[in-house]
T-cell receptor, first 109, second 114 residues
């Protein structure tokens, strides 16, 4: 089983739609989780950290379910500029990050 | 604050040549991580270095790849005798503490092997 698993997509949605991504992780000892965004041929950028209590940042909501070992990201009111690959990430030992392969989102007008 | 600087941004090599990729961490950061991203794949951890020390090289291929982070100067990822399968984006990230999973990424170096 891969360390961090995501549906690669692509998710093709119209502007204004709500879209949800899930990811699962295999290491139950993991403490830190994140969602990163990566635009084509660019470096990954931190979108938000993920907490058990759930956290929201504008149109983005992230949730962690430790019992089921999955993480979710909800994007409301999708914009064209949200088109990107969304990377599910868990924190490793020694400050490292372990990345999923990413879920590709394409928002259409 | 210039952020994490990587160069060259693009590098073309023929099979059998050597590739050297450089990474200057953010000011005040002494922890450097290298990742490789193959086409259509996720980022894979390669190596974690602190000044003059390799802390974790569990993701490095056993042959042809090496990394260093000298006391002075940038971190260098060196690939000897490149093969076509080495074509990828190589990202460097730096951290201030090496503890908190807070990494700042550079723009990456794209290696193409002909």
């Amino acid at each position: 089983r891969k360390e961090v698993e995501q549906d690669p997509g692509p998710f093709n949605v119209p502007e204004g739609a709500t879209v949800a991504f899930n990811c699962t992780y295999s290491n139950s000892a993991s403490q830190s989780f994140f969602w990163y965004r990566q635009d084509c041929r660019k470096e990954p950028k931190l979108l938000m950290s993920v907490y058990s209590s759930g956290n929201e940042d504008g149109r983005f909501t992230a949730q962690l379910n430790r019992a089921s070992q999955y993480i979710s990201l909800l994007i409301r009111d999708s914009k064209l500029s949200d088109s990107a690959t969304y990377l599910c990430v868990r924190g490793g030992s020694q400050g490292n990050l372990i990345f999923g392969k990413g879920t590709k989102l394409s928002v259409k007008p | 604050n210039a952020g994490v600087m990587q160069n060259p941004r693009h590098l073309v090599r023929r099979r059998g040549q050597e590739a050297r990729l450089r990474c200057s961490p953010m000011k005040g950061h002494s922890h450097v991580y290298w990742y490789r991203q193959l086409p259509e794949e996720g980022l894979k951890f390669m190596v974690y270095l602190q000044k003059e020390n390799i802390i974790d090289e569990s993701g490095m291929p056993k042959e042809r790849f090496s990394a260093e982070f000298p006391k002075e100067g940038p971190s260098i990822l060196r690939i000897q005798q490149v093969v076509r399968g080495d074509s990828a984006a190589y990202f460097c990230a730096s951290s201030q503490t090496g503890q908190d999973n807070v990494l700042t990424f550079g723009a990456g170096s794209r290696l193409t092997v002909l």
